[in-house]
């Protein structure tokens, strides 16, 4: 079909529909032209959700449209990243995913209804928080190369908590595990609220969490942390060192959320999107509320939708052996 | 005691906090505006709404609402949600009392004397009772918060994976004993429920339980879905079998006072009292207390009662008892919140989540760094507590008109309403479906005397049973023993086993005497 | 609701060694869902070592059901009781019938519709129905919801059908 009878037809499309279809050049151009749907898989107040809010927030005044929120929850974030995948392709319908539903969980559910390379445009990387080894505040271990030395030899005794099966705390404490050697026994929680609550109260050894959850619990003393999985120090906690420094280098992990557009979304508009996250994480106020969460804001070369699409696919390269080998 | 009168005076001083507002339609003059206060008013209004719409539940509202209050400071976005929280727990119980219909796990006792009550024609004072009990309990859980909050954080800690199990057997020996029928039946729905509640995945290894590639099924069966099927559908079907109707005018010709006389007050005052207590202790505990805080009161009045068998058939000490203890249970959530900055429920990770949004994460020293936040929200929970009372007690009038509407009606409005309020869970429609299916099951279970109260406890309570089975038996490595050998854990197993036998003993010898009973109705 | 000689004797389609139909069915049904949950868990994990497997649960559960279930047929057959209740099928039918109609036009037509059509098939569930009294609360009652859920509530609620939207 050529150029006229396409826009013939979508234009017979558009009278039926009323309004319009969105695939048209013109209308790529004028994008946006009405509210855009944010959904978001997890639960509103997750750090997921926060950082989607904040950058939306700055992205909405850009693009000079509401941004509406919709969290949609359940099994793991893939229930929403499977409708995000089926939504039309216009740039109205965009979701906010992380290293779980768009890595992870390809080794984690075999039955995915969705795949994170082939069903998505990559648009642009948020921010990531960074992982935490933690651990119960009278745990013998002083430092990480103690604790290490402690999970080898008590391999059968001691007990790491995570959030639940798919929860980023489990998939980071499962690399852990597969960079020390060891298979310790996990012992799920439900979020990690109650995660959390068991490791203040001692019942269970150490655990795997993002920064954000755990900073008021160490400033306070009741747990502590052994070492933080990102290349650089996080000003939060300026007195954790980074795994690197105490001497575990090959775990480096950070929950990374990036948000991603159906496939097939016209590349004008992924672009101008792109350019409203950009310019987003530039902002003083933006930038601020992100680092008061101890999250990392992506330097300016990760920040394109062919640097996001690299990261996918290097994540699903780096998560597959890990998980394959615990399921 | 100093202090908590010190910081209660902080935290007042917050709530009644004046904001001057100063429009330039008024010319410079400035007007100051309670804006706490309103807040609250507001927060408690919606509450309520929300609690009286069935299917609609607090997680969901305070979830929907949550963006609205990022406009707002902190300390008064955190009250609005908190109103939200204790307003849909009174209001949860007006649909329980009016139309049988449990909107959350904690009112589904209050159904089961509430509704009795409402046929005989007695809502008003159901309604007022649930009303006035849920107060006192709101006021003696909010003390209790300032004086003891932080001591009583030790006994949130002090509950692990063992102590929960136990706690959950405990918990479905209080569903035998608050049904009314057949012993051996009551067993079965709360087996039936447990099996139920394992539809969806598996905690520990994530595989897809019984679910039958239903993505609506992926993550369970919701509770909301199952209680409006089991509860209003099926209500509704049975109403509709000849004589239905009839039975209703009689009902609408029969209602007496509106408010509880002086007897009912003097009968329901020690429930209360007993609810407060125990609603204020289970309520501290993280993930799965405060659920079974309303069942434990209602069996305990039952088996403390002259007249156990008045349970089920309208006493109001079963409305009185699970009311203020669901109300007491609410408030005292907080305090792992409070003092821990863990979040012990659903909802109370969303409250998290406002105070992250608002640069604000809870944690053990956020009592230290923000006096106003925490003391502003457990002063504005009295002030909170008493409005509704004070919205709750003239709406009581209202409630006991609409049951005049004539029944023909009434059913398809809540059809209407019920399935709306499923559909808003997910925004599924499958959900519909599925509480559609479970009405005609719930039909079918009325119509064998099967009662639907103990599978939806079953329901409530087989995942976290569960889960901390599973937890415990992982840490302590197979053996079983820990339940016996730690000592909270023993003590109660040990309850549950006495009130086991209590149950099921008398119920052996009694049997022949109460298939009497019910053929002379 | 005793099966005493002196009443009008109920038509039974049970063998008459069955004492208590209610119960007796009762538990069959409940073996049968116990049997069905069985066979649908029986492709999960078992126990591994000490630490429970994803069917270990569901089948411990399925199998006390199962034997609840054989208690309560038991019952049925040794004391005595009602028999069957009545069934009707108006009501259940039209109920259910509304239930579908607003589950399959809430997504594509919107709240308004689904809600009106949703409440007049309700309607039909009742021999009492009043058509012209049930059509204007039917409207009123939908305006009302179509005002609450999606603005006073912030429901994301669709109100009108696709179509006219787009």
């Not at chain 1, 396409?6 to 790529?28: I, K, N, P, T």
């Not at chain 1, 750090?47 to 929850?73: C, F, K, S, W, Y």
């Not at chain 2, 002259?306 to 000490?317: D, E, L, V, Y």
Request: aromatic share 8%.
């Amino acid at each position: 079909m050529n150029w006229y009878g396409r826009s013939l037809a979508s234009g017979f499309l558009a009278v039926l529909a009323g309004l319009g279809v969105s695939s048209s050049q013109a209308l790529a151009q004028a994008y946006p032209t009405r509210n855009i749907t944010m959904i978001v898989p997890f639960a509103a107040g997750g750090p997921t959700d926060v950082i989607a809010r904040i950058v939306t927030g700055h992205m909405a005044q850009t693009l000079g449209q509401t941004i509406i929120i919709e969290n949609v929850v359940g099994a793991g974030g893939t229930t929403a990243t499977a409708r995000a995948a089926k939504a039309a392709n216009d740039g109205y319908t965009l979701i906010t995913g992380h290293m779980g539903t768009h890595a992870a969980s390809v080794p984690l559910y075999p039955k995915l209804a969705y795949h994170p390379e082939k069903d998505f445009e990559p648009v642009g990387l948020l921010a990531g928080t960074p992982i935490l080894i933690l651990a119960r505040k009278d745990l013998p271990p002083k430092d990480l190369k103690e604790f290490i030395a402690y999970v080898k030899a008590n391999e059968s005794k001691i007990n790491a908590a995570h959030a639940g099966v798919g929860s980023v705390s489990n998939v980071s404490c499962e690399l852990l595990h597969s960079v020390l050697g060891v298979k310790p026994i996990g012992v799920p929680f439900n979020g990690t609220g109650p995660a959390m609550n068991a490791l203040v109260a001692g019942q269970v050894d150490y655990m795997c969490d993002q920064i954000v959850n755990a900073v008021p619990q160490i400033n306070g003393g009741t747990i502590k942390a052994y070492a933080v999985a990102t290349p650089e120090r996080n000003p939060s906690l300026p007195n954790v060192p980074t795994t690197t420094e105490a001497g575990l280098p090959a775990f480096q992990a950070q929950a990374w959320n990036a948000i991603f557009a159906p496939k097939g979304t016209p590349p004008e508009v992924v672009a101008k999107l792109n350019a409203a996250v950009v310019k987003a994480l530039d902002d003083e106020t933006v930038r601020k509320r992100l680092l008061e969460l101890g999250s990392v804001i992506p330097p300016a070369a990760d920040r394109t939708p062919a640097a996001l699409g690299t990261l996918v696919k290097n994540e699903i390269a780096k998560w597959t052996p890990v998980l394959k080998a615990v399921n | 005691m100093g202090d908590v009168f010190s910081n209660l005076g902080l935290g007042f001083g917050v709530v009644f906090q004046f904001v001057q507002w100063t429009p330039a339609f008024l010319g410079g003059t400035s007007i100051p505006i309670p804006v706490n206060i309103l807040l609250c008013l507001i927060g408690a209004l919606v509450g309520t709404l929300v609690g009286v719409l069935p299917g609609i539940g607090t997680i969901a509202t305070v979830a929907m609402l949550l963006p609205i209050t990022f406009g707002l400071p902190p300390v008064g976005a955190l009250i609005m949600l908190a109103g939200i929280y204790y307003g849909a727990q009174y209001g949860g119980s007006t649909t329980s009392i009016l139309v049988n219909i449990p909107g959350e796990a904690g009112s589904v006792v209050t159904a089961l004397d509430g509704f009795q009550m409402a046929k005989q024609g007695r809502a008003g004072p159901a309604l007022a009772i649930a009303a006035i009990g849920s107060f006192f309990a709101g006021c003696v859980a909010t003390v209790l918060i300032a004086v003891l909050g932080a001591p009583l954080t030790k006994l949130a800690l002090a509950f692990g994976p063992a102590e929960y199990f136990s706690l959950m057997v405990l918990g479905l020996i209080f569903a035998v004993v608050l049904a009314k029928g057949s012993v051996l039946k009551a067993i079965a729905m709360i087996v039936l429920g447990l099996l139920l509640s394992m539809v969806g995945s598996d905690i520990e290894t994530g595989a897809s339980r019984m679910a039958f590639n239903i993505p609506e099924l992926a993550d369970g069966l919701g509770f909301a879905t199952l209680a409006m099927g089991l509860f209003g559908f099926a209500e509704i079907i049975r109403n509709l079998d000849a004589g239905g109707e009839s039975d209703r005018q009689l009902v609408q010709n029969k209602v007496s006072g509106l408010m509880p006389t002086a007897k009912d007050l003097k009968d329901s005052a020690p429930a209360i009292g007993r609810g407060t207590v125990l609603g204020s202790i289970l309520g501290i505990l993280p993930g799965g207390g405060a659920v079974i805080a309303s069942f434990a009161a209602y069996t305990l009045e039952k088996k403390i009662s002259k007249t156990p068998q008045k349970f089920g058939r309208g006493a109001i000490q079963g409305v009185a008892a699970p009311e203020s203890a669901n109300n007491a249970a609410a408030q005292t959530s907080f305090i792992p919140l409070l003092t821990l900055g863990i979040p012990p429920n659903a909802v109370m990770a969303l409250m998290v989540g406002a105070m992250t949004i608002h640069g604000i994460v809870p944690g053990p020293q956020v009592m230290q760094k923000q006096p106003d936040l925490v003391w502003g929200m457990i002063a504005s929970m009295w002030v909170g507590n008493l409005m509704l009372l004070i919205i709750n007690l003239p709406l009581v009038g209202i409630w006991v008109r609409l049951l005049r509407v004539p029944y023909r009606l009434m059913f398809p409005s809540i059809v209407i309403f019920c399935s709306i309020g499923i559909y808003s869970v997910n925004n599924a429609p499958t959900d519909v479906i599925i509480a559609g299916i479970f009405g005609l099951i719930g039909y079918w279970l009325i119509k064998h005397d099967f009662e639907p109260a103990p599978l939806l406890l079953g329901m409530v309570l087989g995942p976290l049973m569960e889960e901390n089975l599973r937890r415990a038996l992982l840490i302590s490595r197979g053996d079983w023993s820990v339940f016996v050998t730690r000592p909270v854990s023993a003590v109660l197993m040990a309850i549950a086993a006495a009130l086991l036998v209590l149950t099921v003993l008398p119920a052996l010898r009694k049997k022949r005497d109460e298939v009497f009973v019910e053929s002379e109705n | 609701m005793n099966a005493t000689p002196g009443q009008a004797p109920v038509k039974s389609i049970m063998p008459k060694w069955v004492r208590n139909e209610q119960d007796f069915v009762g538990g069959i049904a409940m073996m049968a869902i116990a049997a069905f949950a069985l066979w649908a868990s029986s492709d999960l994990q078992g126990m591994r070592g000490f630490s429970f497997g994803a069917g270990t649960a569901p089948r411990m559960f399925a199998t006390l059901l199962l034997i609840l279930g054989a208690g309560i047929t038991a019952v049925g057959i040794f004391t005595e009781g009602q028999h069957l209740a009545k069934y009707h099928w108006r009501g259940p039918f039209f109920v259910t019938l509304a239930i579908l109609s607003f589950s399959q036009t809430i997504r594509s037509m919107g709240m308004i519709f689904a809600a009106m059509t949703s409440f007049l098939i309700a309607a039909c569930g009742s021999a009492e129905t009043k058509w012209v009294e049930t059509i204007i609360v039917g409207a009123c009652l939908t305006a009302f919801c179509a005002l609450l859920f999606p603005y006073a509530l912030g429901l994301p609620l669709q109100l009108l059908p696709t179509f006219m939207i787009r």
